[in-house]
């Protein structure tokens, strides 16, 4: 069994900054990429920012050089450094990771962008 928990999600004014983090445990034998995905209410849930086994990264258009996805192989962590935040960024932000064992979702963390 695998488990993503996440944390770092809060409420933080707009322009501020937030750092998410995701750690897979359990039986991980390899990891093929990892994304954040975020849904806010009444919406779907949409992509944010993923990074491959290879190093490379993705970005929704509404995040690109705002946000930075990352990764600690070692720790079998990924993060999310969100700069500049805006009211529209608000939503719960899921880790999501692709494994050779299968897909896995993390419980979710509120993020909330408000004065």
């Known amino acids: 069994q695998v488990q993503l928990v996440e944390s770092g999600g809060g409420l933080v004014q707009p322009g501020g900054s937030l750092r998410l983090s995701c750690a897979a445990s359990g039986s991980i034998s390899a990891i093929y990429s990892m994304a954040w995905y975020r849904q806010a209410p009444e919406k779907e849930r949409e992509l944010v920012a993923v990074t491959t086994s290879g190093g490379s990264t993705n970005y929704a258009d509404s995040v690109k050089g705002r946000f930075t996805i990352s990764r600690d192989n070692a720790k079998n962590t990924v993060y999310l450094q969100m700069n500049n935040l805006k009211p529209e960024d608000t939503a719960v932000y899921y880790c999501?990771?692709?494994?050779?064992?299968?897909?896995?979702w993390g419980q979710g963390t509120q993020v909330t962008v408000s004065s």
């Open positions: 999501y990771a692709n494994l050779l064992i299968g897909t896995y």
